[in-house]
Every structure is written in C-alpha cells, then in structure tokens.
C-alpha cells in the first residue's frame, strides 16, 4: 500500500470511529439514566461503550450464564425465558424500545435466572459493567435512577403476568412501540401477545374502523388518536 493510500485508510479509519462516537454520543443521552451527566463523563462513558447489531434468533445471554455487561436496546424486541423442570419454555417477558436488560444479575453480581433472545433486529448499547461500577455507581444521581429503574421494570413485570384482555395488551403494545409495530410482521406480534393471528386481525380492524389509526400508502400505519388508543389499557375497555 503507498504511503498515500496508507495515510488515507487512516483518515476513513477515524472518521468511522468518530461516527461511531458520535452515535453512541446520541444514544447515551437519550437514556434517562445518563441525562444529568456532565460532558466530560459522557466522554467516559463512551469509551467503556459500544452498539452492535443482532438478528432475529441471537442470545444476548444464557441463563445461568455469568454477566458482564449492562445492556440498552435501543431498537426491536427480547424476550426473556426459562426452563422449568420438565424442559418446558416458560416466557418471562418481552421488552421493547427503549429499555435495559439483564442489570440485577450485575447489581446481585450472580448468574443470569433467565435466556434472552431478539426476537426481532435488534440495536442494543453494551456498557463494560465492571469499569462501569469502578467510574459510575460511585454517583449518588445514577444509583438512585438505578434504583428506580429496578423498581419500574418489578412494577412492569407485575402489570406483564397480570390477566389482560388482547385488546388491552394489543393497544398498549401499538401505543409504546408504533415503530416496532410497523416493521413487525402480525404473526410475531401475535406471538409476543400471546394471542392467535386472527385475534389480531380482528382486533386490528376495529381499531381501524373506530378511527384509532390510519394506514398510510406504504403500508404502515399512523396513530391518529392516541388518546383514544391508551384508553383500551388504562381503562380496560374491550370494543365490541
């Protein structure tokens, strides 16, 4: 390779580097936890950091196995599950954009309870956990937000293994995760409810004809009420 050519692979080099930063730089600050940091910890933080991409299928982390990283999912879908004695799948819970995965086995520092698998393309951010102990948790603000974030996904978990109707689920899936919904085949997101395809189908015609949402020219669709949409879960209402 001339020098020339050698000196320009090294400029494409830190340019992708600096993209790369710069969008971990994005991603870190829209995350509730890091928004009370200064630049100079961002700047840290980002060091200790990276995003990857994952298909359909891929585990982030097997149960039992030891963890190692804090991870953010930033795009698609995971779904959490375990075995029980007879070998049975049982699903724990799915999660949607944007949350964090997997943190109590690092806080507990034991072994992951859990299996969790993308069920769709997912982006997620990876933090190394142990510089992030080292550097961060010394921070009064984050371990407090951690705090809390713990106890919003105990709330979650709960609200999740409660008795819903599908409309309910249905609404409040469509209401937190528009995007996830229009890149998600139905018969997945059947699966994720727990509800049957035609369920879905007929539940989605409803929302439609009640004039919840639109479906635009590309085939996606537009929530035009979500006011309307958020009461099907927030009252229990089941449309007739």
Do not use: W
């Not at 990276?50 to 982030?60: A, P, R, T, V, W």
């Not at 806080?107 to 961060?136: H, N």
């Not at 974030?149 to 008795?163: D, E, F, G, R, V």
């Not at 590309?218 to 949409?229: A, M, P, T």
């Amino acid at each position: 390779m001339s020098e020339c050519n050698l000196c320009r692979f090294k400029e494409l080099v830190i340019d992708k580097r600096i993209t790369e930063q710069q969008k971990i730089r994005a991603d870190l600050c829209n995350i509730c936890l890091f928004k009370t940091l200064t630049d100079a910890q961002i700047d840290e933080l980002i060091q200790i950091s990276s995003i990857k991409q994952f298909e359909e299928g891929d585990i982030l982390f097997y149960e039992e196995s030891k963890p190692g990283y804090l991870y953010f999912l930033l795009k698609g879908a995971i779904k959490e599950y375990k075995y029980d004695t007879s070998g049975k799948t049982l699903v724990v819970q799915h999660y949607f954009t944007p949350n964090i995965i997997g943190e109590a086995a690092n806080f507990g520092q034991m072994v992951y309870d859990t299996t969790a698998e993308c069920v769709s393309k997912c982006m997620i951010l990876t933090i190394t956990y142990e510089d992030f102990e080292k550097k961060f948790l010394k921070n009064p603000d984050i371990s407090f937000k951690l705090l809390l974030q713990l106890a919003k996904k105990i709330k979650t978990t709960m609200s999740y293994n409660m008795p819903k109707d599908s409309m309910s689920k249905l609404a409040e899936f469509i209401y937190e995760n528009e995007e996830l919904f229009n890149t998600t085949k139905n018969y997945k997101i059947a699966k994720m409810l727990n509800i049957s395809p035609e369920t879905l189908s007929r539940l989605l015609k409803k929302l439609k004809d009640r004039q919840i949402f639109e479906r635009k020219e590309n085939g996606h669709y537009r929530i035009s009420n979500r006011e309307g949409l958020k009461q099907f879960f927030k009252s229990g209402f089941e449309l007739l």
